[in-house]
């Protein structure tokens, strides 16, 4: 994990101010550095009045480094003394060409981008004609990367900076352009609503040549051009990551270099179930491939975590955030299966008091109704709260020998107001009410500050988990319709109709959710994990056929299954995944109805009136 930020300048070096310094050092706190570099434009660049120009570009690049892989703490950005290369590295590469890392992935990476730049020699009086052969410089390496990312590399052989981030934008960058002939690329802003921040898109690899103005664009404008805003005699191309059954065609009046490559997603299954399709059993095929899957997936994100580099009497590496619903506890329920049984996990509980939930449970009790106790009020009858103990108790019954912490975290309504500002700036620029309550669970989840309860004396005491990896369970829905609106859209055109809501959600995971959640979580130097978004879990998961994914219809033409009297009509979303959590004993996890996060922490609607998700946070 790592805090990027790199800026661009004709006119004198751009440094990250006080602010975003601290910022990056709440993501990265073990290491942060520095780099400069001036470079020359090309002599044969022209400026915009046609006259030749010989200019100074400033670049300046800045790392922090939350050090999780290998056995040493490697400061980033990552230099090449030889050619003057630079990366900044924020990710997980799980694998690279099909070959597990062992060790530091940033390393790995930087030395096969070293290696890919070298094998195109570089010279400058035929370079133009080679020219869609080196921007694609980066792509051989970035097409078998297996992990989440984003990142920064300055290829110091061919003066062109490249950065993106993975294909599912798993990893936060944001980019900013201005008439004040600055560039800035950053993992994180500083919320200014005057600065016009924007996510860098998950579907390109994305360019900046810098040592000439080469023809990259027709006539059109490009989305963002250099030439518009007149900030560098360059242009920003794209290097496209094109899915399943695209065509390319030109976008923008952008020059597309297509890369044909394979970590590309395949497009959802369509097949529709046939007359004879019967329901799936916990025994059934497509059940125990998805339990393998999910836990190599699992397995690579839990094993070899390193201990935190200041010592701890509390070694504990590895938390879950831990609502107690389906997706969260079969992962902690694998977790069991993974992990040595001496390393002790933290389960970690949010629940939140809302003004508007008590004053209606205060009404209630006022004329004389039934409402919450004072030992409820206002954080026992959260439901996240409920099924979380209750999931618990069943872990604690199936998973035994291992130190489970459930970690009760709860925010009052004034500490909430007092962290406001600072969740608003980290979501920026993302800007609506769900945005907001949903960042709120995750921010202060994230931080892992709360109580746990002595098991024999039931005393509770303040703990902080020291674990810096958070295992999420982010993904399942959007793979196995666990959605609301996946049951609408069954209910309105039957399967078809569900295939185009599933295939629409997998589509925009990464721009609607992914960076948005990076920016909060890893605002207190942790890292979230993403089991179900595996790369290779996720194609499993598109090419499996909907109806063994979903239930929808199926209970009411089959009936319900008597032929295992112990099994009841599970709920039709997440079907798959239910039938898992039951051959994993995880009964009550099986049985739970789906809740949004905003909903089961009670962070949506804090105050009475009509405020819908979408509407833009009030200031």
Same mark, same amino acid.
């Given at each position: 994990m790592c805090g990027i930020w790199f800026s661009c300048s004709l006119q004198r070096p751009i440094l990250p101010d006080d602010q975003i310094i601290a910022l990056l050092q709440n993501r990265g706190p073990d290491s942060l550095n520095v780099i400069r570099k001036t470079i020359q434009s090309n002599p044969s660049c022209t400026s915009h009045g046609g006259v030749p120009e010989d200019r100074a570009i400033h670049l300046v690049f800045v790392a922090s480094v939350l050090s999780l892989r290998g056995t040493r703490i490697v400061?980033?950005?990552?230099?090449?003394?030889?050619?003057?290369?630079?990366?900044?590295?924020?990710?997980?590469?799980?694998?690279?060409?099909?070959?597990?890392i062992h060790g530091n992935d940033a390393e790995a990476v930087f030395k096969s981008l070293l290696a890919f730049a070298r094998s195109y020699p570089y010279d400058p009086e035929t370079e133009?004609?080679?020219?869609?052969?080196?921007?694609?410089?980066?792509t051989p390496t970035f097409e078998t990367i297996a992990g989440p990312y984003s990142f920064v590399f300055y290829d110091g052989l061919?003066?062109?900076?490249?950065?993106?981030?993975?294909?599912?934008?798993?990893?936060?960058?944001?980019?900013?352009s201005s008439i004040s002939q600055d560039?800035?690329?950053?993992?994180?802003?500083?919320?200014?609503?005057?600065?016009?921040? &924007?996510?860098? &898109?998950?579907?390109?690899?994305?360019?900046?040549?810098?040592?000439?103005?080469?023809?990259?664009t027709g006539e059109t404008t490009p989305k963002v051009s250099f030439e518009k805003t007149r900030i560098l005699?360059?242009?920003?191309?794209?290097?496209?990551?094109? *899915?399943?059954?695209?065509?390319?065609?030109?976008?923008?009046?952008?020059q597309k270099l297509t890369v044909q490559t394979n970590r590309r997603f395949p497009v959802i299954n369509r097949d529709a179930p046939n007359p004879m399709f019967a329901n799936l059993r916990p025994e059934s095929k497509p059940v125990t491939d998805l339990h393998e899957n999910l836990q190599n997936s699992?397995?690579?994100?839990?094993?070899?975590?390193?201990?935190?580099?200041?010592?701890l009497s509390n070694t504990t590496r590895l938390a879950v955030l831990f609502s107690g619903g389906l997706d969260c506890s079969v992962l902690a329920r694998l977790i069991h299966n993974i992990l040595p049984p001496d390393h002790a996990v933290d389960l970690l509980n949010i629940a939140f008091e809302n003004p508007r939930v008590v004053a209606a449970a205060n009404a209630r009790s006022a004329k004389g109704e039934p409402?919450?106790?004072?030992?409820?009020?206002?954080?026992?009858?959260?439901?996240?709260?409920? *099924?979380?103990?209750?999931t618990f108790t069943e872990l604690l019954s199936v998973c035994p020998g291992r130190l489970w912490r459930f970690v009760s975290i709860d925010i009052p309504y004034s500490e909430l107001l007092a962290h406001r500002s600072q969740v608003i700036s980290l979501i920026h620029p993302h800007d609506t009410e769900m945005d907001l309550s949903i960042a709120y669970a995750l921010y202060f989840a994230a931080r892992g500050r709360g109580t746990i309860s002595d098991p024999v004396t039931k005393d509770t005491c303040a703990y902080t988990t020291p674990a810096r990896i958070l295992v999420s369970g982010l993904g399942a829905d959007e793979?196995?319709?666990?959605?609301?609106?996946? *049951?609408?859209?069954?209910?309105?055109?039957?399967?078809?109709?569900?295939?185009? &809501?599933?295939?629409?959600?997998?589509?925009?995971?990464?721009?609607?959710?992914?960076?948005?959640?990076?920016?909060?979580?890893?605002h207190w130097g942790k890292e979230a994990r993403y089991p179900y978004l595996d790369e290779d879990f996720v194609c499993w998961a598109l090419e499996l056929p909907v109806y063994e994914k979903c239930n929808f219809g199926q209970n009411e033409k089959n009936g319900t299954q008597t032929e295992e009297p112990d099994l009841p009509l599970l709920e039709p979303n997440k079907h798959i995944l239910r039938l898992l959590a039951w051959k994993l004993n995880m009964k009550s996890a099986a049985v739970e109805k789906k809740r949004a996060i905003q909903f089961g922490a009670r962070t949506a609607k804090m105050t009475a009136g009509r405020t819908k998700g979408t509407q833009v946070i009030s200031q």
């Open positions: 400061p980033q950005p990552l230099l090449d003394e030889d050619s003057g290369s630079l990366l900044c590295w924020n990710g997980e590469a799980w694998k690279l060409d099909g070959e597990s133009s004609e080679g020219h869609a052969t080196a921007l694609a410089v980066v061919y003066q062109r900076v490249y950065y993106g981030r993975d294909p599912m934008g798993r990893r936060s960058l944001l980019i900013k560039l800035v690329i950053s993992s994180i802003s500083d919320g200014s609503p005057s600065d016009t921040w &924007e996510e860098v &898109e998950p579907d390109s690899n994305y360019v900046l040549d810098l040592a000439r103005h080469l023809p990259l005699p360059t242009q920003i191309a794209r290097i496209d990551i094109p *899915t399943a059954q695209e065509e390319p065609s030109p976008t923008n009046g952008i699992l397995a690579l994100r839990v094993r070899g975590i390193p201990s935190p580099p200041t010592p409402g919450m106790t004072l030992d409820d009020l206002p954080y026992g009858k959260c439901p996240d709260r409920i *099924t979380g103990i209750s793979l196995f319709g666990g959605y609301t609106r996946h *049951t609408v859209s069954f209910s309105r055109g039957g399967y078809q109709s569900l295939l185009d &809501e599933l295939q629409l959600d997998f589509n925009r995971l990464g721009k609607r959710n992914l960076g948005r959640d990076d920016r909060v979580i890893s």
